[in-house]
C-alpha cells in the first residue's frame, strides 16, 4: 500500500489524477470512455442503497466473508466516502 505523494514526492491536482486514471483504463481495456451522468436505473438503484452504505452495520462491518487466516484490512472513511482494503 502506498500514495502519491510518497511516490511522486508530491500531491497532484484531483483532476489530474482522474484523467491519469482514466487515461489507464482506457488503455489496459482498449476502449474510450465518455463522460456522462447516471442512467435513471442507475439513479434508482443508487437511492435504493445508499440507506444500506449509510447504516451502522454496514460500515462497521470489515470482517470479510470466509477465511481470516492471513488476510489484513483497512478501512477509512472520510467526507468523500469509506475506503475498505482487504490483503
Not at 502506498?2 to 486514471?21: H, Y
Not at 438503484?45 to 470489515?62: A, C, G, M, N
Amino acid at each position: 500500500m502506498t500514495c502519491l505523494r510518497w511516490e511522486l514526492g508530491r500531491t497532484p491536482p484531483l483532476e489530474q489524477i482522474k484523467d491519469a486514471v482514466r487515461r489507464g483504463f482506457e488503455r489496459r481495456l482498449g476502449i474510450h470512455l465518455v463522460p456522462g451522468g447516471l442512467t435513471e436505473e442507475e439513479t434508482e438503484l443508487f437511492r435504493t442503497k445508499l440507506p444500506q452504505y449509510h447504516s451502522e452495520e454496514w460500515i462497521d462491518d470489515v470482517e470479510p466473508n470466509g477465511q481470516t487466516s492471513g488476510t489484513l484490512q483497512g478501512t477509512f472513511k472520510c467526507e468523500g466516502g469509506l475506503t475498505r482494503i482487504t490483503l
